[in-house]
């Protein structure tokens, strides 16, 4: 007889309450009239966030020294609980932003389900403590995610898109996989904790597969050279998907990245710290050149993830506790400008109903003073600067970097802030400095729809953005819980 | 310790901006609601001269805990020559806001609200004590000057803040990396309580930042594009105050935290300044237009200042604060003269403005006297300023005072020039005879502009020997401002 593994309900009832409202948007859809389908949806989804949210604030609350459970195979500690709290956060946003979105009716109870089964299956992924459960998590949320990205099947694009993610997230997934395979082979183990035991460093295959295991976390986080799939599936995807995965996802891969790295393979930090330090520099030489030229500012927001995840690399190559609380805190800021940078493109396609280029952002400030402001200070975050959390954050990372000896690493990451300024602010500049009748754009006709949601969404990451500068010590202090869970010494 | 006067010279702009943001107001409202903001700083600015106690060091002082995982807090506070930078700008904005008003701006509820911020961030770059927020309040200066240049700017606008934006933030990052490596070696961020460093790389981050924003030859090549496109209010702000920011900069953080690389980059920092005070003023004798006499005049001044800021004796302390006060009011007051000539005129340009002065008294006086006192004429506060600094930095060596004083016969060359080329010579073909003289409401910010600088004429020492508790600058800048800080 096998025996059954305790299972502690408590730490796994995130998940299970965003399983729960993605089954139950799925029943209902069923039952209920077309015309309250959507609507049901939205709120069965809102409300799965936001009780997965709420349980996972009262576990953080209750959880001290890391345990594990289920049989070793979850880790219960405030590292994942704390990036929990913000998959739920862009969950809850991703679904203000997805209500009024132009969508047939016929799916809308799938796509409901779906976001929060991502949203579950991210939840799992940072709570994986053996190479099972990781690569389970891995693709419970990228199946989820790939569905997404081509559930919309009139726009142009979006079935492309989500084959591409397909194949090479399929790609990805399987070099996770394989190296997972390899380092198994190597020691014998499936827990982090038993591999750092057993890790042979100078087994050949076992660093072959910590590289493997690298190159499959690259490909989520988008790090260059493994972005290439970014641009086209962030450009052809539904807008709120693509808001909700830039977020969610590299909240994901970036958290549970660090937690592989420093648990099972802390012997091998001055190999990995070296291949991060230059991944971190090619993504943020690639990212930032290439969103020099892009016309689209879906495009443009994806090569900005690309060079974003550059940053975020900056301070898991610190290797110490304060790159840790570096990383945490950089994803508050950066998740709600990327969520809210998407939501106003959102609510510019929907006016055109057309790509959002930035020709045809041109005098959008004007017209609408408060999608304009706050896109403005998305991008002012996004390029560092004070008075919104991005500066904050960039400088975190920078004082984590610097305090471990990376000093030309903080010079790549100035250098690539300075680069990205010219498309941060060529955003703000045709939203206010140049005139539709300049560039001759016609007018979309009659006043533009109201969406009091997606304006909430924008309200609350236009809060988060400005307000994770001023309440900077609060939010260090969660991520000061959070980042002890990981072992430094 | 804990004084909110500092804090409400910070925040009374913000909050006005805001105000004047949301709340839907007519264009006429939003414009004098923007005005009483400013004068009620300048009141509160008044305040805090009489309560302020010369013979002390940092005061109003507070400090509130931002994070203290790296030890950087909100920390704010006044010295003697903070207090008058503080001043300088509060009056320049005032006065700004005031044309911005008479010239009745479009978009107001962004205008205003933009240059309250501005003031605002100024402000905070004179008070901040500690290197974080110092840095904050410095690239918070950049926002809402991007917009002002490029959306109420020239033809030119989008090229202007391009350079803009590409110089300064150059530097701006390369302070950035110094400000975090200082702060981690010392382990506070804070001002007062950090100690100094011999390393002349974090020195020359600080250096790169001051050097573009002032700027110094030959990190100039933003400025006429920025003088000339923005709206000449801008330009006043810009030229008078903000460039201020870049000797503050270089006057507190980087001479004191840094006595060692001070020394060895001495020579090479006053060479650059002597190069750019000379270039600068051949440049402006060569301009072919109000404003760009203006802007390469100022280039030649902040030469001047930091020739004495590292001269690094008493003199040159003083005589570069009496000096930045000055050329603010000097170069603001001629880009708010340049403006209303530009309104009369349609243009700036030298060869199509000229015989102003027929049928024109009061333009004709204002811009003589202003002209006259920036030309540095025994007697006006310029002379004062600029004959501290050239004896300043005689002490390092006669031949910097030597070229510091041909430059002054530069500077009367093309202050003269100008003068001439705009009130007299033929009456210029862009120049109508129903262009008015300047109206009641233009000498209503123009009057307290020139008679600050007149009574500073008369009294140069009320701002030269109250910048620094006790006597000695150079000691109070020596011991890094800590004997004085509490």
Known sequence: MIPRPDVDWYVLSPVLALLAAAGLALLLSVFVPRWARRATGAVLAT????????????????????????????????????????????????VLVSYAERMPDDHIGEYYALLATAGAGMCFFVQAENLMTLFLGLEWFSICLYILCAIDMQIVGSLEAGLKYLVIGAFGSATLLFGSALVYGSTGELEFH????EAQVDDALFVAGVAMMLVGFGYKASAAPFHQWTPDVYEGAPTPVTAFMSAATKVAALVVMLRVLRVAFPMEAHLWTVALSVIATVSLVIGNVAALVQKGVKRMLAYSSVSNAGFMLIAIVANSELGARALLYYLVPYCAMSVGAFAVVAARERELRAPVTLDNLAGFGWERPFLGIAMWIFMLGFAGFPLTGGFLAKFYVFSAAYDSGWTWLVIVGAGATLVSLYYYLGVVRALYMRSPLELRIAPAGGSPPRETLLQTGVVLCVAVTVGSFFAAEPLIDLARHAAESIPFD | MDDWLTSILIFLPVAGAFLCMLVPLERFVVGSLALLVALVEVGFWIESVIRFDFGAGLQFEQQVTWFSDLNVSYHVGLFGFSLWLVGLTTVVVAAAIAYAFWTGRDRARAYYPLLLLLLGATVGVFSSQDLLLFYVFFEAMLIPLYVLVGVWGGAGRLRATF???????????????????????????????????DSSWIFLGFVAAFAVKAPLFPFHAWLPEAYREAPPEVAAVLSGVISKAAAFGFLRIAIPKFPGPTDDFRIVILTLAAVGLVYGSLLAFRAPDVRGVIAYSSLAQMGLITLGLFAGNDLGYDGAVLQMVVHGLVSATLFLLAGGIERRAATGELLLVGGMARGRPILATMLMTTGVIALAVPGSSAFAGEFLILAGVFDRHWLYAAIGAAAIVLAAMYMLRLISAVLHRERGSAVSDAALDLRPAELGFLVPLVGLLLAL?????????????????????????????R
């Open chain 1, 194 to 197: 038993a591999i750092a035991r």
């Open chain 2, 163 to 197: 350079l803009i934006i590409a110089y300064t933030m150059a530097g701006s990052l390369l302070m950035l990396v110094a400000i975090i490596a200082l702060g981690l070696t010392h382990g506070t961020f804070d001002l007062i309580d950090s100690g100094t460093s």
């Open chain 2, 457 to 485: 004429s008369v009294w140069p020492a009320a701002v030269s020997e109250h910048s620094f508790a006790g006597d000695d600058a150079s000691v109070v800048v020596q011991q890094n401002f800590r004997a004085a800080g």
């Open chain 1, 47 to 94: 409300a799965g966030f936001a009780t997965a949210g709420v349980l996972a604030a009262f576990v953080f609350r209750d959880s001290g020294t890391p345990t594990f459970e289920v049989g070793d195979a979850v880790t219960r500690d405030r590292w994942a609980l704390y990036a929990q709290l913000l998959v739920c956060g862009a969950g809850v946003l991703a």
